[in-house]
């Protein structure tokens, strides 16, 4: 089998910072998204993975490289435009030269892993697999109804959602799919819909399997999400020091300090991970909290929150809360007068001040 990785998108529900950086290099716990769903696939036992990449593609092959560093081999994939998934996956056609293939979106977040489900699929052979998840709103997601343990519907975000069994971003599929993506018209917003490829193979007789995930799953295309699956991974965590940790600072439960950090006069509150070369001075950090390598922090408390590399938080007299903050940013107090506020705002920002 193969994997085939989309990292395609524009992100628009994260931007500013997507403005200029891809959404699947957004870090969780200081580790790309995007890597967390390599690293799925090869502990599946699948070493040859295609990304299918846009817009970001350059940003994408400098950070992934060619997977060596995980064991696997990485091919890159350009997409025209988004398309849609299954225009994603025509577009892989030659590729996928008619093999199997596991479909991992870029951003998603799957606790449990795939080893599970692809293992499942090369046992029982069907045409194809798809991950559900039980969730609250389904109205939001691509909905899947159920007889027994086959796939009879699918809907894209449905009005009146008749079962509460939302698509994962996974999905397994052996070659038929692609006769199936070249029988569906695109949709209403103009993209080839994975869920219409998906039902032609349900109503024209092949087999489609679902497997329902217990664990937890995250789409990190917003920030409560990613914030959420930074929350999930850094409870994780096991303490480890190997920067430097000074006499006067505390440092309390899930606490990882790379090795270059240093932690002055400032307490860690876990589960809470510091990356290599950040400074910690006079600060509060956590929990719930991933600071990036190279970040300075100074005279300042985070809680809940992400900064990304070689950012700076400088003597902020209010604690930062529930917050992604991008690379090469610089927030601090500023001693001109007279005292006012002063603002460079990306599109779509959001600001709050009390």
């Known amino acids: 089998m193969k994997g085939l990785i989309l990292s395609g998108g524009k992100g628009t529900r994260l931007r500013p910072i997507t403005y200029t950086s891809a959404k699947q290099l957004i870090p969780v716990a200081n580790t790309p998204v995007l890597f967390y ?5 090869r502990d599946s036992g699948i070493k040859d993975i295609g990304i299918v990449v846009g817009d970001t593609k350059d940003e994408i092959k400098a950070a992934v490289g060619d997977g060596s560093r995980w064991g696997v081999k990485i091919t890159y994939i350009e997409q025209e435009a988004p398309l849609g998934l299954a225009h994603a996956v025509l577009t892989a056609e030659s590729y996928l030269d008619g093999d199997s293939f596991v479909m991992y979106l870029g951003d998603n977040l799957i606790k449990s892993g795939i080893s599970q489900l692809v293992n ?3 046992e029982k052979k069907p045409h194809s697999m798809i991950l559900l998840a039980r969730v609250p709103n389904p ?3 691509g909905v899947a109804e159920l007889q027994g343990d086959k796939v009879v519907r699918l809907v894209e975000k449905p009005k009146k959602p008749k079962s509460d069994l939302a698509l994962v971003g996974v999905y397994l599929f052996d070659s038929n799919i692609m006769k199936a993506a070249k029988s569906i018209k695109p949709s209403a917003r103009g993209e080839l ?13 092949y087999e489609v399997r679902p497997h329902i995930v217990t664990g937890w799953w995250k789409d990190t295309g917003k920030l409560e999400d990613i914030l959420e699956a930074n929350r999930m991974i850094l409870d994780e965590l096991e303490m480890r020091i190997d920067g430097k940790v000074d006499a006067e600072s505390e440092v309390h439960f899930k606490v990882v300090v790379e090795k270059g950090a240093r932690i002055q006069n400032s307490t860690l509150r876990g589960p809470a991970i510091i990356g290599e070369d950040a400074q910690i001075i006079d600060s509060f950090i956590g929990p719930f909290t991933s600071i990036a390598k190279g970040c300075r922090i100074i005279g300042s408390e985070i809680e809940h929150s992400i900064v ?3 950012s700076s938080v400088v003597n902020i007299k209010t604690r930062i ?24 705002l990306g599109d779509n920002s959001k600001v709050g001040i009390f």
């Open 37 to 41: 769903g390599i690293k799925a696939l």
């Open 193 to 205: 819909e994975i869920t219409d490829a998906i039902q032609w193979l349900v109503d024209n007789g």
């Open 321 to 344: 809360v529930d917050s992604l903050i991008g690379r090469n940013v610089e927030v601090s107090d500023s001693p001109l007068k007279p005292k006012a506020f002063r603002f460079i």
């Open 139 to 141: 109205n939001q997601f």
């Open 120 to 122: 499942e699929f090369q």
């Open 308 to 310: 990304l590399e070689s």
